[in-house]
């Protein structure tokens, strides 16, 4: 089993929908999370990270925890063709001192 | 521009050549990681430094990798005797002590072995 699951998609989701992504990590002293959207050749970018279970919103962005379930998933209302990517869910060690990474989940935005 | 960079963009290498990458943090952030990123892939740690100290390795750092932050600033990542396998974008973020372990990723490296 992988530390870090997602499903890798692509996900097709109509301009204007929401589009539903979803993670589950095993190590369930893990307690931060994190949603980085990487464009094709280009380095992760920080969109959003969560901390407490329950939902985290940042504009068109929610994060949802459920730490019992060990279960994570990034929700992103109006979808625009330029949501078009792969979203990559992280989990920080206990530790902090470094991020497992699923194999991130590819995205595209139809208009 | 006050991100993380990193140099140089891109290498082509020959098989068995030495490289060294090198990244420079946030000015502010003590400490600093090294990922390595296959195409299709999340990135996966190599190693991490709180200020000039590694104070963790993975198992993906075999012995031809080093790795150093002599002065707690910029790191360098050096691969020896590079094969076609270390043939990836070599990424470098960093981050600060008590802050929200919010990590900012470089552009990064990318490395062809020919």
């Known amino acids: 089993q992988k530390e870090v699951e997602q499903n890798s998609g692509p996900l097709s989701v109509p301009e204007g929908a929401i589009a539903s992504l979803n993670c589950t990590y095993s190590?369930?002293?893990?307690?931060?999370f994190f949603w980085y959207r990487q464009y094709s050749g280009k380095s992760p970018e920080l969109i959003m990270f969560?901390?407490?279970?329950g939902d985290k919103e940042d504009g068109r962005f929610t994060a949802q925890l459920n730490k019992a379930s060990q279960y994570v998933s990034l929700l992103i209302r109006d979808s625009q063709p330029s949501d078009s990517a792969t979203y990559l869910c992280?989990?920080?060690?206990?530790?902090?001192?470094?991020?497992?990474f699923g194999g991130g989940t590819r995205v595209l935005v139809k208009p | 521009d006050t991100g993380v960079s990193q140099d140089p963009r891109h290498k082509i290498t020959k098989r068995g050549q030495n490289v060294t990458f090198r990244c420079d943090p946030i000015?502010?952030?003590?400490?600093l990681y090294w990922y390595r990123q296959t195409l299709g892939q999340g990135p996966e740690f190599l190693t991490y430094f709180q200020n000039e100290a590694q104070l963790e390795k993975s198992r993906l750092l075999s012995d031809r990798f080093s790795a150093e932050r002599p002065k707690g600033s910029f790191s360098t990542l050096e691969i020896q005797r590079t094969e076609q396998g270390d043939s990836a974008m070599y990424l470098c973020?960093?981050?600060?002590?008590?802050?929200?372990?919010?990590?900012?990723f470089g552009p990064g490296t990318r490395l062809t072995v020919l």
């Open positions: 992280a989990v920080n060690s206990p530790a902090g001192n470094k991020l497992t």
């Open positions: 000015s502010e952030h003590n400490r």
């Open positions: 190590d369930r002293g893990s307690q931060s």
């Open positions: 973020a960093s981050t600060s002590d008590g802050g929200a372990d919010t990590q900012y």
């Open positions: 969560i901390y407490s279970n």
